[in-house]
């Protein structure tokens, strides 16, 4: 079936540097793809969405300009958290859906990102 | 947003039991969806649903689409050990764009031996 791959699994920062995260889409294109946060056993805030070739849709209180998100091809898109400080620890997470109707996106396996 | 309300929060039971949670909304929707996500791991599909009224089964699963459209339940049947882990709702109304999802809070799920 259908992948998705994220990338690292896990990170370790310093503050005031910058992480990048990957999501690919290993077997379909990606037309959208979103970008979740989790909270230690909270549900998964949206942050963005973002279609390929234009610009990401960024939900109510995400700061586009710390979380840069690019989706430069149909099969990936990346998450840089910019200038990273430890409250920006978390859990995300990427999901990949194809243009057919009725199907679902697909979700990466996360990236633990922990900023010291 | 949306508001999802899922419940319970958090269920422990006994190996062989059965278990049932349910997912209500604010708004009409027009898909929803049960996911379960394993401790470090992105959440995985266990049943789609996209008409009112409509009931789906995945194995030891079942789930249905309230016919107000505003709810859902997802029932797991003589559970085993591996079923512990998270199970999500998730549900897209008309207005929802690009597929965009709203999530409940989770149900715990511990199954003990």
């Known amino acids: 079936g259908a992948v998705v791959s994220q990338h690292p699994s896990r990170v370790i920062c310093k503050s005031g540097t910058s992480v990048k995260i990957e999501c690919r889409s290993l077997d379909f294109q990606a037309t959208t793809m979103f970008w979740y946060r989790q909270f230690p056993k909270k549900s998964l805030m949206l942050m963005a969405t973002?279609?390929?070739?234009?610009?990401?849709?960024?939900e109510q209180g995400v700061e586009k300009d710390k979380f840069l998100i690019n989706h430069a091809s149909l099969t990936l898109s990346t998450l840089t958290v910019t200038s990273a400080h430890p409250e920006d620890s978390s859990f995300y997470i990427c999901?990949?859906?194809?243009?057919?109707?009725?199907?679902?996106?697909?979700f990466g396996q996360g990236t633990r990102l922990t900023v010291v | 947003g949306q508001q999802l309300n899922q419940s319970p929060q958090s269920m422990f039971i006994q190996e062989g039991e059965d278990v049932s949670m349910n997912c209500t909304s604010s708004s009409i929707f027009n898909t929803w969806l049960w996911y379960k996500q394993d401790p470090g791991e992105g959440p995985v599909l266990l049943i789609a649903l996209y008409k009112a009224g409509e009931l789906t089964s995945n194995g030891r699963l079942t789930a249905q689409f309230g016919i107000t459209r505003k709810d859902s339940f997802l029932n797991i049947s003589a559970s085993i050990p591996s079923d512990v882990g998270i199970y999500f709702c998730a549900g897209r109304d008309r207005g929802s764009t690009l597929g965009r999802l709203y999530f409940g809070r989770g149900t715990q799920l511990t199954v003990w031996p």
């Open positions: 999901s990949a859906r194809a243009r057919a109707r009725n199907t679902e996106a697909f």
């Open positions: 973002s279609n390929e070739g234009s610009k990401a849709t960024y």
